[in-house]
């Protein structure tokens, strides 16, 4: 189950236990040591692709930060069983902005190479630009997004959907003051 300001001190336990410090944690992922240190302490909720690089230089699944319990076998999540809620704010910090609502559809699958989510984007200020290995699919369930990919711009409506290579810049709002509804799976190498 994934509980929200578990992945901060989920990170801090996996950094110390690899021997590392909050430092070296910020070189080896690319990401700043002060918003590492400020996530592990709860402070901050930043996006994915932060989340992603740490996980990646952890040398885990992005997943694992999320994760609360793991199962060896296959893993039923039933339609309102949606496992916790992990929520990002705009900029990272908590009270700003748009708010997006993950819910892992997966969280106790061991060894897995995707980590699909319902997300709930809520209208407001635009999230930050996102970039990171591997791939995203999105499917929309309600409401209207826009996607920013590179220069170009796609707006997805309830049945659409996009796939896409992470690694290129991309951000994902609601548009309007509706907010909307996904089926998102990221896949990290």
Not at 123 to 145: C, N, Q, T
Request: glycine share 10%.
């Amino acid at each position: 189950m994934v509980k929200d300001g578990l992945a901060g001190p989920r990170t801090a336990t996996l950094r110390t236990t690899l021997g590392l410090s909050i430092d070296e944690l910020a070189v080896r992922s690319g990401c700043d040591a002060d918003l590492i240190e400020q996530f592990e302490r709860g402070q901050l909720a930043p996006s994915l692709a932060p989340l992603a690089k740490i996980a990646r230089a952890l040398g885990v699944r992005l997943g694992t930060l999320l994760d609360d319990e793991v199962k060896v076998g296959p893993v039923v999540t039933r339609r309102d069983e949606a496992h916790g809620v992990t929520r990002f704010r705009n900029a990272g910090k908590l009270g700003v902005g748009t708010t997006l609502e993950y819910r892992a559809l997966a969280s106790g699958k061991s060894t897995r190479h995707m980590d699909p989510f319902l997300v709930t984007i809520n209208p407001g200020k635009a999230p930050e630009i996102s970039s990171h290995e591997g791939e995203e699919f999105i499917y929309v369930l309600d409401g209207r997004i826009e996607v920013e990919y590179g220069k170009e711009t796609y707006t997805l409506v309830a049945g659409d959907s996009i796939y896409f290579d992470s690694i290129v810049a991309h951000r994902v709002q609601a548009v309007g003051s509706v907010g909307a509804r996904l089926l998102s799976t990221v896949y990290a190498p």
